[in-house]
């Protein structure tokens, strides 16, 4: 299983990502991308192995064995599917020993021809992820030598769904939208807590789902940027004790989207009241266009080869990419990642009593986590900045 340094440096990967996104709607998945950086680091030397070791946050000598456990948890959590591919061309003589540190199922072959494998592959990943990704995020050509990839897909349902309604948004960007609402109203104000942090204080409200899946929706203030929201959201999965929980949350407005009161009651018992919105994000992000933050700076440099562990042939990385989807809704959560390298040679009743009561309104764009949430292992995170309206909900 994968160990809690591991899970730790897939979070940091996540954190340094979520840094760089821009101030729109996105969604990626680090565990992605982590056990393919480990598999390539094993395999590399010089300073691509440093870099790649940089990037991992653990040394290239453990990067596989820590790759291999990774994938292991992850085919191992219920909810969560995984899956590893490799594909090399016939020419290409490929290191038994780098092999080994591969499912035996996963090697297959490419013929060299361009359309008949870039079908082969498109078919893997729309298999691999169940539909939802139906192209691999990479595109082969001749000089391809090798492709390794990478299929994540997370399906989670709430333990308590939430309502479909309407909703609108009091300020922001969203006002004038005829937005699809989701509601909800629990007893554990716990659900929501405030942590301030170098971008502003920040609202967190905890979804949970089945199978030990979580998602997290965060709330900045206005003026924070998608990377800052996100980046303190990793941050704060790692120091809890920062975290005010609702039932210690002071009336009036703590927190962003935050509303804390005393109101009459019936039972006398506190209330948390959850106002969101439903989403599908979608994106595709070409990894080399960050190449310093996935260690991929010399490992790209195509004047000499740079993976002597995977072939005796010099190999440069040719093209790193990650396509993903993710859609949140009144019953549960689903998304899907599909990540490749390739190289080249290269409620009005009578209230006898006064409770206290927190509401919370996701009116505006907002970032999201999907979790492992024993081990804090960070499986998604993204930014919505155009929800469902319900036109689009109907």
């Excluded at 090399?88 to 020993?97: D, F, H, I, K, N």
Aim: proline share 6%.
């Amino acid at each position: 299983m994968a160990s809690h340094g591991t899970v730790k440096a897939v979070n940091d990967l996540a954190m340094r990502w979520t840094a760089v996104l821009p101030h729109a709607g996105t969604v990626l998945a680090a565990a992605g991308v982590w056990p393919l950086l480990g598999l390539l680091a094993h395999g590399a030397a010089g300073a691509a192995r440093r870099e790649l070791s940089d990037a991992l946050s653990i040394p290239a000598d453990g990067a596989a064995t820590a790759a291999r456990d990774l994938l292991a948890t992850l085919r191992a959590t219920h909810g969560l599917g995984a899956a590893l591919g490799l594909w090399s061309r016939s020419t290409l003589p490929v290191e038994p020993a780098w092999l080994d540190q591969l499912p035996a199922e996963a090697h297959g072959h490419l013929t060299g021809d361009p359309v008949r494998d870039q079908v082969h592959l498109d078919t893997w990943a729309a298999n691999r992820t169940q539909g939802q990704i139906d192209t691999m995020p990479i595109t082969v050509n001749d000089e391809t030598l090798l492709v390794l990839a990478s299929a994540l897909t997370l399906r989670t349902d709430w333990i308590r769904s939430f309502t479909p309604g309407g909703m609108e948004a009091g300020t922001g960007p969203w006002r004038d939208m005829n937005l699809a609402g989701l509601h909800r109203t629990t007893r554990l104000l716990n659900r929501v807590g405030v942590v301030d942090t170098a971008a502003g204080p920040l609202t967190e409200l905890q979804i949970i789902g089945t199978h030990g899946i979580d998602v997290h929706l965060y709330l900045g203030t206005p003026e924070a940027s998608a990377g800052q929201v996100l980046t303190a959201a990793v941050g704060a999965l790692h120091n809890r004790r920062a975290m005010v929980p609702g039932d210690h949350l002071p009336h009036g407005t703590p927190g962003p989207g935050l509303s804390v009161t005393r109101v009459l009651s019936v039972d006398g018992e506190s209330v948390l009241r959850v106002s969101t919105v439903p989403f599908t994000v979608t994106s595709h992000h070409d990894l080399l266009n960050h190449h310093d933050l996935f260690g991929l700076g010399t490992a790209t440099d195509t004047s000499q080869g740079h993976f002597h562990g995977i072939s005796a042939k010099p190999l440069a990385v040719q093209a790193a990419a990650q396509a993903m989807t993710a859609t949140f809704g009144a019953r549960g959560f689903r998304s899907a990642a599909a990540t490749a390298f390739t190289t080249v040679v290269g409620g009005v009743p009578r209230f006898p009593f006064r409770a206290r009561e927190i509401t919370v309104r996701f009116d505006r764009p907002f970032g999201f986590l999907a979790l492992h949430r024993t081990s804090r292992l960070v499986l998604n995170a993204g930014w919505v900045a155009v929800p469902d309206t319900l036109e689009e909900a109907a």
